[in-house]
């Protein structure tokens, strides 16, 4: 059986349930597996061809051992988890008129929109189901900077086996974005905007990571999380890299490249794994706004905290990518005591800075641009107008406007961007990108965001200085 250890260490190995219920490692590292399995030349030829459901089964069987979850009902989840999907191919590919070797993937058709709805449906399906067998009950707490939190409220919609409690920074996502969260009315919902937060998500994120550091707390409120720090999250989103690459390559020997968006390392450590496993990918694009932390790491050998600047791609406004320090476990060879000097280092300087050993290990297949507001700006401007006739959302724009200005490192290779939003949970940036209310495209517009106007809202209000307390509080409150 596959077991699950900690990039510190600091724990004994756990199964599959025992890893996705806790979502963070008791020793403060993350989950990760004993090996990352391979996929042979001939299964990745037997692979192409299949539906994304039966893509995922595959896949996701390779780290569920079949005494976790029979296949009957494995197979019973993941066709719950994508059954909300507004389109049959689940994560679509379109080919550019513009450009004949540039893919995009939307990765939006599922019920919030978002490329989160891909696996954080299977991810909550996944933790109901063995809560439910277990005859227990959990709050999920996480941090979102805008369609996180919508995406998980979402799927534990009445769920009777988990409270989920979705934080979000005020004034640092989308109104569109909150209303998605803070509409729900279903009594294990509870939504929560946190006032006064310099670094956005960062700072939230920062409460929840000091919360879980509290082990006896965590098991008398029976916490877990839902963010990409759980191993479940990043396992499925490789799926999407599979299905992707099967859709555009013309043979298995074929290489491609990948451009993300990227702000938690989360979607993008996702394609690495699948990379790890055996799909053929020349190389990632890490496709930063002007937060730019995974660019500065491959320009400058410098891995550090800066303050946070607000962008139109705001779901990718994070200075501290945390799934990036499951990318170094894995580069360093596995090195837990490495990471956890890095990791200290980081908490207490603000910094890493890397020997020329360990930044070949990190740009092994791996190149960055970082997007300026107004190439983010224009770039959807001119998608639309131009030949493709395309609205992109603001983070899709951050991907294609990074394979644009890497024209030549491409060298007419294959390339799919990935969009990880629909454009319309961003009408002041299409309206800024446009300059014109009058010309607002019918694109930026969808029925589901535009229900949510009129809805009534029931959410909390706390201020950073005291999240941890008010909101420890008002779980005890709940429970009681």
């Known amino acids: 059986m596959l077991n699950y250890v900690s990039t510190k260490g600091g724990v004994l190995a756990v199964d599959f349930e025992t890893a996705v219920l806790r979502g963070f490692a008791e020793d403060g590292g993350m989950f990760v597996p004993e090996y990352i399995p391979k996929i042979s030349k001939e299964k990745l030829k037997e692979w192409k061809g299949l539906s994304f459901n039966d893509l995922a089964f595959q896949i996701v069987s390779l780290y569920i051992d079949e005494s976790i979850i029979p296949e009957n009902d494995l197979k019973k989840i993941i066709e719950k988890s994508t059954s909300t999907f507004k389109h049959p191919d689940i994560v679509p590919v379109v080919q550019l008129k513009s450009d004949s070797n540039h893919y995009l993937m939307e990765l939006f058709h599922g019920p919030t929109l978002s490329f989160k709805d891909v696996a954080m449906g299977f991810l909550i399906n996944i933790m109901d189901y063995f809560l439910e067998r277990k005859g227990e009950k959990v709050s999920l707490l996480l941090a979102t900077t805008g369609d996180t939190g919508p995406a998980a409220a979402y799927a534990c919609m009445g769920k009777k086996t988990i409270d989920c409690w979705p934080l979000f920074p005020t004034g640092f996502i989308s109104d569109e974005q909150a209303r998605q969260m803070t509409t729900i009315q279903d009594s294990n919902i509870h939504s929560i905007s946190v006032n ?285």
């Open 196 to 480: 006064n937060c310099p670094s956005g998500g960062d700072d939230i994120d920062a409460v929840i990571s000091e919360i879980f550091s509290n082990l006896s707390l965590v098991k008398e409120l029976k916490l877990s999380s839902v963010n990409s720090i759980n191993w479940c999250r990043v396992m499925f989103q490789s799926i999407h890299y599979f299905y992707g690459y099967f859709k555009v390559a013309e043979n298995i020997d074929e290489k491609i490249i990948f451009s993300v968006p990227t702000g938690a390392f989360g979607n993008l450590f996702a394609g690495y794994l699948a990379r790890e496993m055996g799909l053929p990918v020349k190389e990632f694009i890490c496709a930063n706004n002007i937060n730019g932390t995974v660019h500065r790491v491959l320009e400058s050998n410098i891995f550090s905290r800066e303050k946070i600047k607000k962008t139109p791609s705001n779901a990718i406004d994070i200075v501290l990518p945390y799934n990036f320090w499951r990318f170094l476990y894995f580069i360093s060879g596995r090195n837990s005591s490495e990471l956890s000097k890095w990791m200290d280092e980081y908490t207490k300087t603000g910094k890493v800075e890397f020997d020329s050993a360990t930044m070949e290990s990190i740009k092994n297949g791996f190149t960055s641009f970082s997007v300026s507001n107004e190439e983010t700006l224009s770039t959807i401007l001119e998608m639309y107008e131009g030949t493709d006739k395309y609205l992109l959302d603001p983070h899709g724009a951050v991907a294609v406007s990074a394979v644009k200005s890497l024209k030549s490192r491409i060298d007419g290779r294959k390339v799919i961007s990935l969009l990880t939003a629909h454009p319309a949970k961003f009408p002041d940036v299409i309206y800024k990108a446009f300059n014109s209310i009058d010309d607002f495209p019918k694109e930026g517009k969808h029925f589901e965001i535009e229900s949510l106007k009129n809805k009534k809202e029931k959410y909390y209000s706390f201020n950073c200085e005291t999240l941890k307390d008010d909101l420890i509080g008002r779980i005890k409150e709940l429970k009681n």
